[in-house]
């Protein structure tokens, strides 16, 4: 089972290989307005999550998605669900 530091280093790691972004990631990080993620970048962002912790993140799940902490939380719900 993920803890919230596992999908956050998971985040990291695909916003740096993935995505490219030069800057660290925090979890009070907006993911369009500081991160500068387009629909691209999203998606890119959900597929790397969702291949690492074998989860599925749906359009409903974008819903009042904001910030990195919220994204963090339902990686975590999403594999507790499945476990």
Known sequence: M???ADVLE???SIARTELELERPV???DDLLADLGLDSL???ILAVGL???FRVK???EDAV???TVADLT?????RSEAAA
């Open 57 to 59: 993140l749906s359009q």
């Open 50 to 52: 969702e291949n690492r």
């Open 64 to 66: 009042g998605l904001r």
């Open 73 to 77: 939380r339902l990686v975590v719900r």
């Open 26 to 28: 925090q979890p009070g």
């Open 2 to 4: 993920p803890t919230e």
């Open 41 to 43: 970048g999203l998606t």
């Open 10 to 12: 998971s985040i990291r």
